[in-house]
């Protein structure tokens, strides 16, 4: 059964960077046709799709948040990560991995990312 | 950019009635839609993939329809565990995987 992991700091300052880490179990990163995936969804609020990555490395980033967005793959761990630069309140929110084969089929739990000083 | 509106934003059914939500992309997605079920407290779930095909395990009551623009998702006969929040996201359109708005089903 596939799992996915969030872990990361839950408190970042305003103006710093967000840093966070899936990894993945009982499945390989490297597995073709599958993107991994990184969604948000601030208390309260609907759902955001960040962007994705291939395991060979090519990434795909939400237009709105492209400037600020790094998402990066470490295949040999079985792990992908997301770094947010210049976070401000706004980007409190519950963060996601997920795989995507098109639809996001697989869900990490969830890690609470809250931004204040 | 392409836009998911979900309507409405609340609906609320009698357990064992019929629920339809509907979401709309503002120019075609071709089948490239799935729906979402969020619980409080809970990852999404993914429940219909390529418009209209159910996911691993999700029960027949399930079901979704429509192309293009144009998208339904149908609850047959409502059980307590269905109410919850629903989204629809399309994935045809790269690099924005948009997720509507959401629909949240309460009991009448």
């Known amino acids: 059964q596939l799992q996915l992991q969030e872990s990361g700091p839950g408190l970042v300052k305003p103006s710093e960077t967000l840093s966070l880490t899936c990894t993945v179990s009982g499945g390989s990163i490297s597995s073709s046709n599958y993107y991994w995936a990184w969604i948000c969804q601030p208390p309260g609020k609907g759902l955001e799709w960040i962007g994705n990555i291939y395991y060979s490395g090519s990434a795909y980033y939400n237009p709105s948040l492209k400037s600020r967005v790094t998402i990066s793959v470490d295949t040999s761990k079985n792990q992908f990560s997301l770094k947010l630069n210049s976070v401000t309140a706004a980007d409190t929110a519950v963060y996601y991995c997920?795989?995507?084969?098109?639809?996001?089929?697989?869900w990490g739990q969830g890690t609470l990312v809250t931004v204040s000083s | 950019e392409i836009v998911m509106t979900q309507s409405p934003a609340t609906l609320s059914v009698s357990p064992g009635e019929k629920a339809t939500l509907s979401c709309r992309a503002s120019?075609?997605?071709?089948?490239?839609l799935a729906w979402y079920q969020q619980k409080p407290g809970q990852p999404p779930r993914l429940l219909i993939y390529g418009a209209s095909t159910r996911a691993t395990s999700i029960p027949a009551r399930f079901s979704g329809s429509g192309s293009g623009t144009d998208f339904t998702l149908t609850i047959s006969s409502l059980q307590s565990e269905d109410f919850a929040v629903y989204y629809c996201?399309?994935?045809?359109?790269?690099?924005?995987?948009?997720f509507g708005q959401g629909t949240r089903l309460e009991i009448k």
């Open positions: 120019h075609s997605v071709s089948s490239n």
């Open positions: 996201q399309q994935y045809n359109e790269w690099p924005l995987h948009a």
């Open positions: 997920a795989r995507q084969g098109g639809a996001l089929d697989y």
